[in-house]
């Protein structure tokens, strides 16, 4: 069974800095884009940023995240810095078999989704 769990969300302070992670089963990573997506209370899910299966090509919707892959780990991995109040949503990933990533984040589509990570920005 392909699944896709994300961790390394909680509260912190506006300025501060988390390290998601998206650890997959059932399946490798390596032929798979993979992208990170949020959805903040009340509005509709956006994405953040989406790497192809090599890690050659990346989409970013935000320069202060920075997305990276491990493939030997089967691990995928968002980087936040300067996070701010607004930044505030429950943070996906998901995998794609055929999408290249630009396609992926722009369409907001995936063949499989996380079941989601609360981050909380707030003082």
Same mark, same amino acid.
């Given at each position: 069974q392909l699944q896709l769990v994300e961790s390394g969300g909680g509260l912190v302070q506006p300025g501060g800095s988390l390290r998601l992670s998206? $650890?997959?089963? %059932? =399946?490798?990573? #390596?032929?798979?884009?993979i992208g990170w997506f949020r959805q903040a209370p009340g509005k509709g899910r956006e994405a953040i940023s989406c790497i192809s299966s090599? %890690? %050659? *090509?990346? =989409?970013?919707?935000?320069? *202060? =995240?920075? $997305?990276? *892959?491990?493939n030997a780990k089967n691990t995928v991995y968002l980087q936040m810095n300067s996070l701010k109040p607004e930044?505030?949503? $429950?943070?996906?990933?998901?995998? #794609?078999?055929h999408r290249p990533a630009e396609t992926m984040c722009r369409m907001i589509a995936a063949d499989s989704w996380g079941q989601g990570n609360q981050v909380t920005v707030s003082s």
């Open positions: 998206c $650890v997959a089963s %059932g =399946f490798t990573l #390596d032929y798979y884009t090599s %890690g %050659g *090509r990346i =989409f970013y919707a935000d320069s *202060r =995240f920075t $997305v990276s *892959r491990d930044d505030t949503a $429950v943070y996906y990933c998901a995998a #794609d078999s």
